[in-house]
């Protein structure tokens, strides 16, 4: 879907929004976002550093976050999960 469209009405470009909740939406980087997703932190699992950090859409998806990805302290792949 095109971020801008442009209005018959006013004759220039307004934007368009990715979703039905327009009140709920925040312009943020020349992207709309909603609410719902929200920032999360990934911390190793072993040495605890927070070395990532990602969206998640908290409705869809309540549990928290594990995945296996590179830690720059221990130097091998191991499991990040979301911190609180």
Not at 40 to 45: G, K, Y
Not at 48 to 65: D, G, L, V
Request: hydrophobic letters at 30%.
């Amino acid at each position: 879907m095109p971020l801008f469209l442009i209005s018959p009405v006013l004759g220039h470009l307004t934007p368009s929004f990715p979703c039905d909740r327009v009140k709920e939406c925040v312009y943020l980087k020349m992207r709309w976002r909603c609410k719902m997703r929200s920032k999360v932190v990934l911390a190793c699992e072993v040495c605890h550093s927070r070395n990532y950090s990602t969206e998640k859409n908290k409705q869809s998806s309540p549990a928290r976050i594990e995945v296996k990805k590179f830690c720059k302290s221990c130097q091998e792949h191991t499991l990040h999960r979301e911190t609180k």
